[in-house]
């Protein structure tokens, strides 16, 4: 279960016993107050213990609202089998491109048992299910798949605020099948009128309809084109740490952009100021109510020669 949720959870607890107390003080009902103090004592510990804990896998609560849902009490299983599936289609392209660099445009998914997510809890309060990372290894630090989950509501929700300008730059480090995953995310949710509220580890994010509909617009109205190509750069710089390159090509023009990981690994300080063979993606991003923009990635150092 994502930390958020839990912390909701102990806070909403904390606040009903705070009234508690704050009655039995007025009544004087004393030890009634001595049980809701040691109650609340428990609660504030609890509460500080799992803020400070080091929560190292994936997990996000997904709660769905309007035609779909009947109150706490179910939800149509097309549906949910629908929705599901999209948000872990989403899951496996982002973690896979994040991973590999480059999905390519179509086949097989790389590294998809790596990503998958297990539903743990059927949730209440709306409906809603829980979704967690399932290993038998013990992370000392956060896993790859949760720092692509947190990045895919991030994603989904920049996806559906009135300001487009984060949505457009997250664009430009997007998978062409990644931007696809999402469209089809909000194409069923608008389509079942659906509302939606997501939770993960330490933020929440709601949707109502018309942020459904807005991020479905947008999304559908954006596309992607991406063209692979063998090329001879002059290497100006390039921070591996950050997989981020500056570079001439053989007419003189100076481009920059990201770097795959495999890339940023092959790269050693005496190329600086060589012509190099390098794997090179062009991106072209046609955003709705924006001019289309040209973003470019370095795939993969072919010959350093």
Do not use: W
């Given at each position: 279960?994502?930390?958020?949720?839990?912390?909701?959870?102990?806070t909403s607890d904390k606040y009903a016993v705070e009234q508690l107390l704050s009655e039995a003080i007025e009544y004087g009902d004393v030890v009634g107050e001595l049980q809701y103090r040691e109650k609340l004592e428990k609660l504030n510990s609890e509460i500080l213990l799992l803020k400070n804990a080091n929560e190292t896998h994936a997990s996000v609560a997904l709660f769905f609202g309007g035609e779909p849902v009947l109150g706490s009490q179910g939800i149509l299983a097309s549906f949910a089998g629908n929705v599901l599936?999209?948000?872990?289609?989403?899951?496996?392209?982002?973690?896979?491109?994040?991973?590999?660099?480059?999905?390519?445009?179509?086949?097989?998914?790389?590294?998809?048992?790596?990503?998958?997510?297990?539903?743990?809890?059927?949730?209440?309060?709306?409906?809603?299910?829980?979704?967690?990372?399932?290993?038998?290894?013990?992370?000392?630090?956060?896993?790859?798949?949760?720092?692509?989950?947190?990045?895919?509501?991030?994603?989904?929700?920049?996806?559906?605020?009135?300001?487009?300008?984060?949505?457009?730059?997250?664009?430009?480090?997007?998978?062409?099948?990644?931007?696809?995953?999402?469209?089809?995310?909000?194409?069923?949710?608008?389509?079942?009128?659906?509302?939606?509220?997501?939770?993960?580890?330490?933020?929440?994010?709601?949707?109502?309809?018309?942020?459904?509909?807005?991020?479905?617009?947008?999304?559908?109205?954006?596309?992607?084109?991406?063209?692979?190509?063998?090329?001879?750069?002059?290497?100006?710089?390039?921070?591996?740490?950050?997989?981020?390159?500056?570079?001439?090509?053989?007419?003189?023009?100076?481009?920059?952009?990201?770097?795959?990981?495999?890339?940023?690994?092959?790269?050693?300080?005496?190329?600086?100021?060589?012509?190099?063979?390098?794997?090179?993606?062009?991106?072209?991003?046609?955003?709705?109510?924006?001019?289309?923009?040209?973003?470019?990635?370095?795939?993969?150092?072919?010959?350093?020669?």
């Open positions: 279960m994502p930390r958020k949720l839990k912390l909701n959870s102990l599936d999209n948000f872990q289609e989403l899951i496996n392209k982002a973690f896979a491109s994040k991973e590999n660099g480059s999905l390519g445009e179509r086949g097989k998914i790389p590294l998809k048992a790596n990503s998958n997510l297990m539903v743990t809890q059927v949730a209440k309060g709306s409906f809603g299910f829980i979704l967690d990372e399932i290993s038998d290894q013990l992370e000392i630090t956060e896993t790859a798949l949760k720092h692509t989950v947190d990045d895919v509501l991030e994603l989904i929700d920049a996806s559906a605020q009135p300001n487009e300008e984060k949505f457009e730059k997250l664009i430009e480090s997007l998978d062409k099948r990644v931007l696809q995953s999402l469209k089809d995310f909000f194409i069923t949710l608008d389509k079942a009128h659906s509302t939606m509220r997501l939770v993960g580890d330490e933020l929440e994010y709601c949707f109502d309809s018309s942020f459904i509909h807005r991020a479905r617009q947008r999304t559908e109205a954006t596309e992607i084109d991406e063209d692979e190509e063998l090329v001879r750069l002059k290497v100006l710089g390039l921070l591996p740490e950050h997989c981020k390159f500056e570079a001439s090509t053989s007419e003189g023009k100076i481009i920059y952009g990201s770097t795959t990981r495999l890339a940023a690994e092959q790269f050693s300080s005496d190329l600086i100021g060589k012509l190099v063979s390098v794997n090179l993606m062009t991106k072209s991003i046609k955003p709705l109510h924006r001019p289309e923009r040209v973003v470019y990635k370095l795939l993969e150092f072919i010959d350093k020669n």
